[in-house]
């Protein structure tokens, strides 16, 4: 059964600093692209960051520049999310996703059931 569980998410203070973790199970993550979305409360889910098969990243939004990077860990079969220098209109549920497929451009299949990630002083 094809599954990616979200890990990591918390309440941290602006400026702080989290790593989400993504971690398969059902198929070899290393061999897919890996997505990060997130909603907040009153908005639409909006894509974050994916990372391709061939580690190629993608980010969706601009906000995250410079402040968000994503990696994978294949020996974990596991993808993370680094958030640095967090901002409260970071706060939201972040999502992980595959296409079970190579691209970022797919459709995302599979989701996870999400981290709540709260900056807040």
């Known amino acids: 059964q094809v599954q990616v569980v979200e890990s990591g998410g918390g309440l941290v203070q602006p400026g702080g600093s989290l790593r989400l973790s993504c971690t398969a199970s059902?198929?070899?993550?290393?061999?897919?692209?890996i997505g990060w979305f997130r909603q907040a409360p009153g908005k639409e889910r909006e894509g974050v960051l994916c990372?391709?098969?061939?580690?190629?990243?993608?980010y969706y939004v601009d906000s995250v520049k410079g402040r968000f990077t994503i990696s994978r860990d294949n020996a974990k079969n596991t993808v993370y999310l680094q958030m640095n220098n967090l901002k409260p209109e970071d706060t939201a549920v972040y999502y992980c996703?595959?296409?079970?497929?190579?691209?970022?451009?797919?459709?995302?299949?599979?989701w996870g059931k999400g981290t709540q990630v709260t900056v807040s002083s």
């Open positions: 059902g198929f070899t993550l290393d061999y897919y692209a």
């Open positions: 990372i391709s098969s061939s580690d190629r990243s993608t």
């Open positions: 996703a595959t296409p079970l497929g190579i691209s970022c451009d797919y459709a995302m299949d599979y």
